[in-house]
């Protein structure tokens, strides 16, 4: 056996040790956690990997990715950063002058941020504008949130029937079937090296923020069928869970779905809406700024249940993706059903999924707590929407303040598991518990430690691990583990009525980074995974 004994730091563990600064690793298992001076008494012929006063902490999963297209992001023409539409062509056209790949794919542009000197600025590009910059060549520009995108002529004719198709625009983005169709086609047009390229460096950015976990979230409208299977392929240290989305009715086929998929579950992003940027999330109420329009419903309630009475019946997990209060209530009426007839316990044993989970109410919470459900959320949609005049406001109006409750459903006992959805927002763990303590909206905020641990223990549990001791530093835990430097160690809570007991010295609460605005986020400098270091900061 090999032991290793981390010394001189600060190691987040558990209350009974919160000022830690010591850590003994064996064969790949946390064995011992206290001070250095025990440390190196109980350990004298260990291996010492001096901290430096850096912090330690368990490694983050980050529950809900999209691995191709982050890569794709990280390597190719990333529009995020695109001011107006004016600006998202020019960088467009400059991308094609310089690359002459079989497809154009380009990610993350949102024109409800743009403005610009002309009236037309802050709209999407058009058809006409891709053709312009482009000429004859396959471009796919997808929206910030996926579930839309701006495509070329070459790539529409590409497309048999697109113009029937429902969500069909022949000059703006398209939406719904008609650009899951356009999707498919610009998919293929990606060459198996290209995709494995993407996917490894997205796996390589993940370690470099601290994440030894991710879950891949694919489907036949998303990802399709060759690069979900491509991805269980990928030699990397960074684990990936598979969640292929697509509905079943029968035990027989979920089983058949499980085995022809290689997938660990059923689910992930199986849409049962879009998004509201796209104005495909399905809703109740009309759209503030589209009177008349609702959304897109893509999965029926009797679906629905059909789905979730065959994994619950196969004892396989399932998932889906709701953000529209419509696609909640659709949710939440047929696990109702499927309660009364399998009973919550059977439910609960699968730990079935919500992604997003955007407009729940109480009563659905406290429904989804009783069954069991993990909700998988994503705190950087309210970072980077949720603001006084953002997209959430003009999309929903006073229905904002609602969306992304974090607390509303903790408090229900529903698990929460916070994740990027990359390549919708960064892998960027810290920046998503920031974000999850300093909501837009008060209320709905939690502490630091609790978005802390629904980065860690909660995107295990969220993966059906829950041992209670991964995604943890006590003795007995796996060594997932990442080293930060930091510059300030806080105890903090989301209001003051937890503060002032949190913040007492009886309390033993481990302290952890300083994330209010305007602090300096904890920077990775080593990730380890089963006591074998991924990743190591470079050096200057």
Same mark, same amino acid.
């Given at each position: 056996?090999?032991? =290793?004994?981390?010394? !001189?730091?600060?190691v987040?563990s558990?209350?009974?040790?919160?000022?830690?600064t010591?850590?003994?690793?064996?064969?790949?298992t946390?064995?011992?956690?206290g001070?250095?001076?025990?440390?190196?008494?109980? #350990?004298?012929?260990?291996?010492?990997?001096?901290?430096?006063?850096?912090?330690?902490?368990?490694?983050?999963? @980050?529950?809900?990715?999209?691995?191709?297209?982050? !890569?794709?992001?990280?390597?190719? $023409?990333?529009?995020?950063?695109?001011?107006?539409?004016?600006?998202?062509?020019?960088?467009?056209?400059?991308?094609?002058? @310089?690359?002459?790949?079989?497809?154009?794919?380009?990610?993350?542009?949102?024109?409800?941020?743009?403005?610009?000197?002309?009236?037309?600025?802050?709209m999407?590009?058009?058809?006409?504008?891709?053709?312009?910059v482009?000429?004859?060549?396959?471009?796919?520009?997808?929206?910030?949130? +996926?579930?839309?995108?701006?495509?070329?002529?070459?790539?529409?004719? &590409?497309?048999?029937?697109?113009?029937?198709a429902?969500?069909?625009?022949?000059?703006?983005?398209?939406?719904?079937?008609?650009?899951?169709?356009?999707?498919?086609?610009?998919?293929?047009?990606?060459t198996?090296?290209?995709?494995?390229?993407? =996917?490894?460096?997205?796996?390589?950015?993940?370690?470099?923020?601290?994440?030894?976990?991710?879950?891949?979230? !694919?489907?036949?409208d998303?990802? !399709?069928?060759?690069?979900?299977?491509s991805?269980?392929?990928?030699?990397?240290?960074?684990?990936?869970?598979?969640?292929?989305? =697509?509905?079943?009715?029968?035990?027989? *086929?979920?089983r058949?779905?499980?085995s022809? &998929?290689?997938?660990?579950?059923?689910?992930?992003?199986?849409?049962?809406?879009?998004?509201?940027?796209?104005?495909?999330?399905?809703?109740? *109420?009309?759209?503030?700024?589209?009177p008349?329009?609702?959304?897109?419903?893509?999965?029926?309630?009797?679906?629905?249940?059909n789905?979730?009475?065959?994994?619950?019946?196969?004892?396989?997990?399932?998932?889906?993706?709701?953000?529209?209060?419509g696609?909640?209530?659709?949710?939440?009426?047929? &696990?109702?059903?499927?309660?009364?007839?399998?009973?919550?316990?059977?439910?609960?044993?699968c730990?079935?999924?919500?992604?997003?989970?955007?407009?729940?109410?109480?009563?659905?919470?406290?429904?989804?707590?009783?069954?069991?459900?993990?909700?998988? &959320?994503q705190?950087?949609?309210?970072? +980077?929407?949720?603001?006084?005049?953002?997209?959430?406001?003009r999309?929903?109006?006073?229905?904002?303040?609602?969306l992304?409750?974090?607390?509303?459903?903790?408090?229900?006992?529903?698990? $929460?598991?916070?994740?990027?959805?990359?390549?919708?927002?960064?892998?960027d763990?810290?920046?998503?518990?920031r974000?999850?303590?300093h909501?837009?909206?008060?209320?709905?905020?939690?502490?630091p430690?609790?978005?802390?641990?629904a980065?860690?223990?909660?995107?295990?549990?969220?993966?059906?691990?829950?041992?209670?001791l991964?995604?943890?530093?006590?003795?007995?835990?796996?060594?997932?583990?990442?080293?930060?430097d930091?510059?300030?160690?806080?105890?903090?809570?989301? #209001?003051?009525g937890?503060?002032?007991?949190?913040?007492?010295?009886?309390?033993?609460?481990?302290?952890?980074?300083?994330?209010?605005?305007?602090?300096?986020?904890?920077?990775?400098?080593?990730?380890?995974?089963?006591?074998?270091?991924?990743?190591?900061?470079?050096?200057?």
């Open positions: 056996m090999t032991t =290793q004994l981390l010394l !001189g730091g600060m987040y558990s209350p009974a040790v919160p000022d830690a010591a850590l003994a690793i064996t064969d790949g946390v064995v011992w956690v001070t250095d001076d025990v440390g190196r008494a109980l #350990h004298p012929d260990a291996e010492i990997v001096d901290l430096e006063g850096r912090f330690v902490a368990p490694a983050f999963v @980050d529950s809900h990715v999209h691995l191709t297209d982050t !890569g794709l992001r990280l390597i190719g $023409l990333d529009l995020s950063e695109a001011t107006s539409r004016t600006d998202c062509l020019a960088r467009l056209a400059a991308y094609v002058a @310089d690359h002459d790949a079989e497809i154009v794919w380009g990610l993350g542009w949102d024109s409800s941020t743009w403005a610009g000197e002309n009236d037309a600025d802050d999407p590009p058009s058809t006409a504008d891709l053709d312009t482009a000429g004859g060549r396959p471009i796919y520009l997808s929206r910030i949130d +996926e579930h839309s995108a701006a495509a070329s002529s070459a790539l529409r004719e &590409m497309v048999h029937g697109i113009e029937a429902t969500g069909f625009d022949p000059q703006g983005p398209l939406v719904a079937d008609a650009h899951h169709r356009v999707r498919a086609a610009a998919r293929a047009l990606i198996p090296e290209a995709r494995r390229r993407a =996917q490894l460096r997205a796996l390589d950015h993940a370690a470099s923020r601290g994440v030894v976990a991710v879950h891949e979230n !694919g489907g036949p998303i990802s !399709g069928v060759d690069d979900f299977r991805i269980a392929d990928l030699d990397h240290p960074v684990m990936v869970r598979r969640y292929w989305g =697509q509905p079943v009715s029968t035990l027989e *086929e979920a058949a779905v499980v022809a &998929m290689g997938a660990d579950a059923i689910g992930g992003d199986l849409f049962v809406d879009g998004a509201i940027g796209s104005r495909t999330a399905w809703l109740t *109420e009309e759209y503030t700024d589209a008349g329009e609702f959304g897109v419903a893509y999965l029926d309630e009797e679906t629905i249940a789905h979730l009475r065959a994994t619950t019946l196969a004892g396989v997990q399932a998932g889906f993706h709701v953000i529209g209060d696609a909640v209530a659709a949710v939440a009426a047929a &696990m109702s059903t499927v309660a009364d007839e399998l009973g919550t316990p059977a439910l609960a044993r730990a079935h999924r919500l992604e997003h989970a955007e407009m729940v109410t109480p009563e659905q919470a406290e429904l989804f707590a009783r069954c069991g459900v993990v909700a998988s &959320m705190p950087l949609f309210d970072d +980077e929407w949720g603001g006084d005049d953002a997209l959430y406001i999309r929903l109006g006073d229905r904002a303040p609602t992304n409750d974090f607390a509303g459903l903790a408090r229900a006992g529903v698990a $929460l598991a916070f994740s990027s959805d990359a390549p919708v927002c960064d892998i763990p810290w920046a998503s518990i974000a999850a303590v909501h837009h909206a008060p209320t709905n905020a939690v502490s430690r609790a978005a802390f641990a980065c860690t223990r909660g995107g295990w549990r969220a993966g059906g691990v829950n041992d209670g991964t995604g943890t530093l006590v003795p007995g835990a796996p060594a997932h583990y990442a080293v930060w930091v510059d300030a160690l806080v105890v903090a809570a989301s #209001h003051a937890v503060q002032r007991w949190s913040t007492d010295p009886r309390s033993r609460v481990p302290a952890l980074p300083d994330v209010a605005p305007g602090a300096r986020l904890p920077e990775c400098v080593r990730t380890v995974i089963g006591g074998v270091t991924v990743y190591e900061r470079p050096t200057a």
